[in-house]
């Protein structure tokens, strides 16, 4: 055999491993919508779909790609110079290793999705900072992992054993014509033709960049998890290191020492003469006449989202202890309200520093334990005469939290090793243990700032509901008859109404023994669990702000208030300091107006919460709703403050540096 029939032959078999694997990433994308079925909205039409799958096969010519160009640089390249036949037998390896890991990314983006409601993001390469025991321990219980595993051997023996039927077939013999020219131009014509096959497969379906289909615009039905599913998973794990590298870089704001002077009088609000970052972030407390509290708790629930809350569940019974505290007339209660991003230690990040998610990962960076930020939250109220403390359900060595808390100025930090608990699990002890825990701790002569941290309403989702008291048929008789049936939701409602109950029984409790405590209540975030498969923007990342104490009114946060976590320091400063009281905060006080919360992602007002750079806004159902804010207005308020935000961590206090 001829090195151009050689070639020739391998070039066919090429062809077979590309359309085999294609015809798989197809299999796994139909398999993904046909499991998560449910999360396809009621507006969606057939149309939708066949778009979706339409560019799923777009995109998946480049996933395709990355194997078949291995196979033909290392069999079919390497063949026409070097006669081996066990040079063949590479392709079939390299395409049973990329079939293996499809399965097996296949069978982890579905309980991904179910958590993250996306494919495989950024979040990926928060593992490698977190709790890994914790984690897998949460894969086996919770997501069965043994049996993906599994499912994942079957399907990529399987697939497998089709792939060597398939390159096992016959392939054609290369054309032989009577005259050298044809010859010539037939072998020509045939690089050509694969020459420009690649740039078909580079470009998604495409000869031209101009209609090139990525990650970043394949989006193109009004359906997001039909946006989601015309991602491969390889496609997916590119956008999540793309965006991660972002994160990294920190792209997107213009962060030049003039543009920052600028960002920082816009912060300030009037001209700064320095250069010194925390001077843009100074004000002076307006005084109040409320007595000050000698114990606050500002108490993060884990997923505390405020769908619940809404007049639209009140029969769902798994908020009833936060709803009654809201009900009393020394309780005030912002329903417009983002977390400061997707995970826990974003929210924690945001609360205890006040800063900005600012695509930074302020836990690991050496800034953050060189002394405490200016707007961090625990020194202030220090100099107010409190001692700051910590308290967390889990572990001390969680993402640092213990040596972060501390060294942003907390003068003790209590985690799951301190606490007393019979009942847990690998993330740590059940919420009713750690709020005993913190009830021990304080005294009646030493005025105490608390940050509490629950972590019950937390996959794996291990307490015992019915000894704590769960009436699961109340939760059953308000759902609606397709998840009446659905266990594992009933469970995490249950877990949610087990965090609500021993919260507000803890807040009733303490209220009695010192009746001057003053109370906070927010989520760390939202997104993890809905009725609706589709939910709103307002109802999918929303999360309740509530203040409660001896002086607090109806009126003490006005109507329009909206915020995030970067807002919660100025307030509760606002609402206990004297007045003249020098602070630092990077967002304003909901007492005096603060109408805007915004995150990594997404913004907020009282009427209106959208997608930040991506035009999406969705009206907040109200009596009354207001035109639309300014996006330009808003994108300027956020880039702004997580300009300043992002500059204090990386480069310090100069603007000038």
Request: charged content about 20%; proline content about 4%; aromatic content about 14%.
């Amino acid at each position: 055999m001829s090195k151009w029939e050689e070639l020739f032959k391998n070039i066919q078999q090429d062809f077979k491993l590309y359309i085999f694997v294609l015809g798989v990433f197809c299999l796994f994308r139909i398999g993904f919508i046909v499991v998560l079925k449910s999360y396809i909205s009621e507006a969606t039409v057939l149309q939708d779909v066949f778009m979706a799958l339409y560019y799923g096969v777009r995109i998946s010519l480049k996933s395709t790609g990355i194997v078949t160009l291995v196979s033909l640089v290392f069999c079919t390249m390497f063949a026409f110079f070097v006669k081996n036949e066990s040079i063949r037998n590479i392709r079939y390896v390299v395409g049973c290793f990329y079939i293996s890991v499809l399965s097996l990314l296949f069978y982890a983006r579905i309980p991904y999705y179910e958590q993250f409601h996306a494919g495989f993001n950024q979040l990926l390469f928060n593992t490698f900072n977190d709790d890994v025991t914790a984690i897998f321990y949460t894969l086996v219980q919770q997501y069965n992992l043994p049996m993906r595993l599994l499912m994942t051997a079957v399907t990529g023996i399987v697939l497998s054993k089709l792939l060597k039927v398939w390159l096992s077939t016959q392939t054609y013999h290369l054309p032989r014509f009577a005259t050298w020219y044809k010859n010539i131009a037939f072998r020509t014509s045939l690089l050509v033709a694969l020459y420009y096959f690649m740039i078909f497969i580079r470009f998604g379906g495409s000869m031209t960049y101009a209609y090139n289909v990525d990650w970043e615009n394949s989006g193109v039905t009004k359906d997001e998890f039909l946006n989601e599913a015309i991602l491969d998973d390889v496609q997916a794990l590119y956008r999540a290191y793309t965006l991660h590298e972002r994160i990294v870089a920190s792209t997107g704001l213009d962060m030049d020492p003039e543009q920052m002077a600028q960002y920082g009088t816009y912060v300030a609000g009037h001209q700064v003469m320095t250069s010194n970052v925390d001077d843009f972030l100074k004000k002076q407390a307006q005084g109040t006449t409320r007595e000050k509290p000698q114990h606050v708790f500002l108490i993060v629930g884990e997923s505390y989202a405020n769908w619940p809350l809404l007049p639209q569940y009140k029969d769902l019974n798994i908020a009833n202890g936060v709803k009654n505290i809201i009900k009393q007339e020394d309780a005030a209660y912002v329903s417009t309200f983002l977390p400061n991003g997707m995970s826990t230690i974003s929210g924690v990040m945001g609360i205890v520093t006040g800063l900005a998610e600012a695509n930074l990962y302020l836990t690991y960076l050496p800034e953050s334990y060189k002394e405490p930020y200016s707007t961090a939250i625990a020194p202030q109220m220090k100099k107010l005469g409190y001692k700051a403390r910590f308290w967390y359900a889990g572990p001390n060595s969680w993402e640092k939290v213990k040596d972060f808390t501390l060294a942003q100025g907390f003068d003790e930090f209590y985690g799951m090793g301190d606490i007393e608990s019979k009942a847990g699990n690998v993330w740590g002890c059940d919420d009713k243990y750690l709020f005993k825990a913190v009830s021990s701790g304080i005294t009646q002569d030493q005025p105490s700032f608390n940050i509490v941290l629950n972590i019950s309403n937390h996959a794996p989702y291990t307490v015992n509901l019915q000894e704590e008291g769960f009436d699961e048929s109340s939760v059953i008789d308000a759902l609606p008859e397709k998840l009446k049936e659905d266990k594992e939701l009933i469970k995490k409602l249950g877990h949610f109404w087990y965090a609500d109950k021993v919260l507000s029984e803890f807040i009733k409790n303490t209220r009695q023994t010192y009746p001057d405590s003053l109370f906070i209540v927010v989520g760390d975030h939202a997104d993890r669990l809905n009725l609706d498969s589709n939910p709103s923007l307002y109802e999918r990342y929303g999360i309740p702000f509530i203040v409660y104490g001896q002086g607090i009114t109806k009126q003490t946060l006005p109507e329009n208030a909206a915020g995030s976590h970067i807002n919660i320091t100025p307030t509760l400063l606002e609402l206990i300091a004297p007045e003249g009281f020098v602070y630092h905060s990077l967002g304003d006080s909901l007492t005096l107006g603060n109408s805007l919360g915004f995150n990594y992602g997404f913004w907020m007002t009282h009427d209106y919460v959208g997608k930040i750079g991506g035009h999406t806004v969705e009206g907040i159902p109200r009596n009354n709703v207001m035109p639309p804010p300014d996006e330009d207005a808003v994108q300027q308020d956020i880039d702004a403050r997580r300009a300043m935000s992002w500059w204090r961590v990386k480069y310090g206090k100069n603007i000038n540096q």
